[in-house]
């Protein structure tokens, strides 16, 4: 009986299209915003920090940036986990190439580098769609991490071939390197994911957005009306790749604290990411983020219950965790394609109608 619209009057277009028109979803929202950063940061513990809030809050922001390109453009890309590897090395050389400056200017140079190198990748996408683009960026995949394995200079011509962030500081606190406490890279990765998402939805519901939905929905009929592909998919890419090198320098500097080209961004971390924005839903800010929640912790669930509860060997409970996402990938392609996004929107709608049937 609360969730209602009952008094809640419109006077403007602009309110009519904000956000979240209910004052109800509103005040969720910012008192969602005041427990993360207020609250949260100082409870924190190191195993919540490492197993759950700091990947889940990486990886939103790289399926914010496939959602992007896939959900809103209709782009299909399996080359995410290269460019999660080209924001953890662009990230890594600016940081020891230019020890002076903040390490978080260096995380937004390097999200800008990663989306000169997507428009690269993402030419082909003026030629070819569909299947021929996915094995056009699974290449990217490959060729990225080959060279990153292959060219010393990419990693200071280590002998272990691996990258090591330096530690760095911002403001007193230590962000990088082994001594960062688990309130500093929450708070981090917080104010980076919560920039993106804002910046990702004024984007979407702009000129910018329409464009890419445009040539997502029919790209013949989009020319016909003036949108211009070369701009639309180039600027899709661009923008795509931009929050998925933010999320791999993230991952590398602030969670990982080292990394290897092929082990830490392999094809793996492709399908990874794309399985988030699948169960999450295509097209939806909302649906990045629980696609990203969904899937981080699954493994702390199952690892928790199979192993830690019932004894299961820890291989089995992997095999069982592998079975389980792919019978929800298939079950949301054939029953719900739009996702945990759609059924929230589903259930939201039944509450605005209860206790009534129509």
Known sequence: MLYREAGDFKTSYRDDSQTFPLKLDRWGYYAALAVAFLVIPFVITDYWANS???PFLIYAIAALGLNILTGYAGQVSLGSGGFMAVGAYASYKLATAFPEISIL???????????????????????????????????AQFFLVWLFNKVPWFYNYSASGQITVPERSFLGWIITGPQTSASAKYLVCL????????????????????????????????EIIGVNPLTAKMTAFAVSSFFIGVAGALLFSV???????????GINKSFLVLFMVIIGGLGSIFGSFAGAAFLVLLPVFLKNVLVGSLGWPTDLAAHIELMIVGALIVFFLIVEPHGLAQLWRVTKEKLRLWPFPH
């Open 52 to 54: 759950v809030l700091v």
């Open 105 to 139: 200017i260096h995380v937004l140079l390097a999200g800008g580098i990663t989306a000169v190198v997507g428009v690269l990748f993402g030419l082909p996408s003026l030629r070819i769609k569909g299947f021929y683009l996915a094995v056009a960026t699974l290449a």
């Open 191 to 222: 104010g980076f994911a919560v920039l993106l998402a804002w910046v990702a939805r004024n984007l979407t519901r702009g000129t910018v957005g329409r464009t890419w939905m445009a040539i997502r929905d029919m790209d013949i009929a989009a």
């Open 255 to 265: 969670y990982l604290g080292a990394a290897e080209a092929s082990e830490t961004f």
